[in-house]
């Protein structure tokens, strides 16, 4: 079973960006598809992106649509979530995921998650 490692997070100013990645253990094609999901202290998982590792298509939380982009590197076994007009709400621990069969194409909210990292801390501030 592949690994995911997760990096980039960091504290940023409401309406900066930021970066991150998760690199895989192995071929990436080895899972079906690859979600980032955000927990907050106190708060749920929440799953914000999700990407199909053969086809690229992609799957986004309401809450975040239009604001943050989830890509992938085949070739470096690589995914990344581009974050743009970060919010307060925003802040949260965020993980990468393996997913695997249907899981991938049902309601993100409902996502099974496979195997995740440690996790990137992401803090937002006015």
């Known amino acids: 079973q592949v690994q995911p490692m997760e990096s980039g997070g960091g504290s940023v100013q409401a309406g900066g960006s930021l970066t991150l990645s998760c690199t895989l253990s192995?071929?990436?094609?080895?899972?079906?598809?690859m979600t980032w999901f955000r927990q907050a202290p106190g708060a749920e998982r929440e799953g914000v992106a999700r990407?199909?590792?053969?086809?690229?298509?992609?799957d986004y939380a309401d809450s975040v649509k239009g604001r943050f982009t989830i890509s992938r590197d085949t070739a470096k076994a690589t995914v990344y979530l581009q974050m743009n007009g970060l919010r307060v709400e925003d802040t949260a621990m965020y993980y990468c995921a393996t997913t695997g069969g249907t899981s991938c194409y049902g309601p993100l909210s409902t996502t099974r998650y496979d195997s995740w990292g440690h996790g990137t801390q992401v803090s937002v501030f006015l």
């Open positions: 192995g071929n990436i094609f080895s899972t079906d598809c």
């Open positions: 990407i199909r590792t053969l086809a690229g298509s992609t």
